[in-house]
């Protein structure tokens, strides 16, 4: 079964097209990287995927249903680029925060989730008294306190230092394996997307490229779009992550 | 006269019963305004309020039904401010510059062609909980309840709303009702709120006391908790203050809102200082 459907998508911003005739699937289990230039329209995409925008021309379906009748957004965890409320003066505790929405995972289930990524001892902090690193965990750990099915990641790691960046991205990977959870992760970095992701959609407002990444270093057309050395470095990390131990 | 015999009187009991459940439900209202940067929507309101006030004295209502001849169209406005908001090209703020505009022109074009209904206006101007009537304070109460019991039942969704708009929208919330329902319940505390404090103070009832109680914060839910507990005090000291100096009350309440700012910024200050 898929977890994403997109089909003949088309978004635009006052007339602008942010995006044009967009059409993929994810099946459930899968790591899809997205990737593109900026305002190549990867977030429009997700915001589209989400419903916080309405498709203006095609369709979107989550897990075999259509949007408007898709309801079952517990399936589905979301961690944005960018929180408004995460400045210094937000009164939440990072407790509230996961719990945000009225979920109730029971305290073990809250327990768990807290330890795993390492932020149980901050439950009662206020979020803008902690670091860009831990406000990141805990919003993570509010996508994942339902147990997703899918996980959504726009830009995630863009205020992170390289190793937590790669912490946090070897802690996606380990999700997507161990829970068999579907996981997109949009980022402008492809070398990331090389290293932790099985699939490729790489969009510049259309998709130039959608598939595997062994169809991607195959391919002589991206050899064309990318140049033989970018090309070359993208495979050769995901070559490497592949030796790479969880 | 001894002070505690000024509360005998019913009109006294009144405007203090009134002006507790007022305060209450802007305070409890103000936290997510105040944390959604819309502060200024009691400003915006009160100006509508103005306008409004001068379209009903102009059609010769009775004064006693001001209060519930003028909510419709607060409403109204206040439903347009949350229209203008969520249009891509206005900011929250400059939606409420628009509707605020709009009502203070509305009202000095209205005042002109009411000649001799000015002094009325003037009233509501600076506001008089004395003059609270018995379908005012039933109002009170019933709006009290009604905030209340919102914020209660829509807690959850409203936490998600206040905190990410977006995120709350991927969370399957539904965010155009809670809007509403947040926007209705201002323009209704926003009029209520002119009752104490006039037109030109109704956005502090909004403000002050989720301010002060964000400085001395927990959480989220004691935010809320202390915001009541602040906006509670100021009423009851206030007007003990006001008739104790012989001040105009509403001014009083929310010059004690002020001094409670203050104090707590002090507060948060010195700990800062001996950490």
Not at chain 1, 177 to 205: F, P, S
Request: hydrophobic share 50%; proline share 3%.
């Amino acid at each position: 079964m898929n977890a994403v459907d997109v089909n003949h998508l088309t978004f635009s911003y006052n007339g602008l097209e942010a995006i044009s005739d967009i059409s993929f699937s994810v099946r459930q289990g899968t790591y899809l990287g997205i990737a593109g230039p900026n305002g190549s329209g990867k977030s429009t995409l997700i915001k589209n995927i989400l419903g916080i925008l309405r498709p203006q021309r095609g369709t979107v379906s989550l897990f075999g249903r259509r949007l408007d009748w898709f309801h079952q957004w517990d399936r589905v965890g979301y961690l944005p680029q960018r929180i408004a409320a995460l400045d210094h003066h937000f009164p939440a505790t990072v407790e509230e925060i996961v719990l945000m929405g009225g979920v109730n995972p029971g305290r073990a289930g809250l327990a768990h989730v807290l330890e795993s990524l390492k932020i149980a001892h901050l439950s009662r902090r206020l979020i803008g008294e902690l670091s860009y690193g831990q406000q990141q965990r805990t919003m993570l750990a509010r996508a994942l306190i339902n147990r997703p099915e899918l996980l959504i990641f726009d830009e995630p790691t863009t205020a992170l230092d390289p190793e937590t960046r790669d912490i946090f991205y070897s802690l996606t990977r380990k999700i997507n394996q161990e829970n068999n959870t579907t996981v997109i992760l949009v980022t402008h970095d492809t070398g990331i997307i090389g290293q932790y992701a099985q699939q490729l959609l790489y969009l510049d407002k259309r998709v130039i490229f959608f598939g595997t990444f062994e169809e991607f270093c195959r391919s002589q057309e991206m050899t064309g779009f990318f140049g033989m050395g970018s090309q070359h470095l993208i495979c050769h990390q995901h070559d490497e992550k592949k030796e790479k131990p969880l | 006269m001894p002070l505690s015999d000024l509360f005998h009187y019913e009109f006294v009991q009144r405007a203090l019963l009134a002006g507790v459940l007022i305060a209450a439900g802007s305070s409890l209202l103000g936290v997510f305004l105040v944390l959604r940067r819309l502060s200024l929507i009691g400003d915006g309101l009160a100006h509508v309020t103005f306008g409004s006030v001068a379209v009903v004295i102009l059609l010769g209502i009775s004064p006693a039904y001001v209060t519930l001849a003028v909510l419709p169209l607060v409403i109204v406005s206040s439903v347009v401010i949350m229209k203008l908001t969520h249009a891509q090209r206005i900011h929250g703020d400059a939606a409420i510059g628009v509707v605020s505009s709009f009502g203070i022109a509305a009202g000095i074009i209205l005042i002109s062609l009411s000649k001799g209904y000015n002094v009325d206006l003037l009233s509501y101007l600076f506001g008089n909980i004395l003059t609270v009537t018995q379908m005012e304070l039933m109002l009170s109460a019933m709006v009290f309840v009604l905030v209340a019991a919102s914020v209660i039942w829509f807690y959850p969704d409203l936490f998600a709303i206040t905190f990410d708009e977006e995120l709350a929208r991927t969370m399957g919330k539904k965010t155009e009702i809670i809007n509403t329902v947040l926007f209705i319940l201002t323009a209704i505390a926003a009029v209520l709120a002119m009752k104490i404090a006039g037109i030109m103070l109704v956005s502090a009832m909004l403000i002050l006391p989720p301010l002060a109680a964000m400085q001395l914060s927990a959480s989220f839910k004691k935010t809320i908790l202390a915001s009541l507990l602040f906006s509670i005090l100021s009423v009851i000291c206030g007007m003990l203050l006001a008739f104790g100096l012989n001040l105009p009350v509403g001014g009083t309440i929310v010059m004690l809102n002020i001094v409670l700012l203050l104090v707590v910024l002090g507060i948060q200050k010195l700990r800062a200082f001996t950490r």
